[in-house]
């Protein structure tokens, strides 16, 4: 029988855990969009589906490098995440409201 992850990883030394738990904090910080769509388990025709679009479309959203930001909004939505647009400065960072939205 399998065991379930918590147990497994609860076998894991502290210090052992401690620099899992870092470098995969690290990975999920910067993902593309089909990293996104894997780690949220979903294919790409379900994805489709969804946004009631062919499975090519989604192919092509996912290797674009310039995107609109109603077309990521509604791949994020559909994922089940909501996107939010962070402009990052030396001295801090501003949550850019989405068009649309009330403060």
Avoid: W
């Amino acid at each position: 029988m399998a065991k379930s992850y918590e147990i497994l990883r609860n076998r894991i030394p502290p210090e052992q855990r401690a620099r899992i738990d870092k470098k995969a904090g690290k990975i999920l910080e910067e993902m593309s969009l089909n990293d996104i769509r894997l780690s949220r388990r979903c294919s790409q025709t379900e994805l489709a589906g969804l946004l009631e679009i062919r499975q090519a479309s989604v192919s092509k959203l996912e290797r674009r490098n310039d995107i609109h930001v109603s077309s990521l909004r509604k791949f994020i939505e559909a994922l089940g995440g909501k996107l939010v647009i962070q402009a990052e400065f030396p001295d801090g960072s501003v949550r850019i409201m989405e068009i649309g939205e009330k403060e």
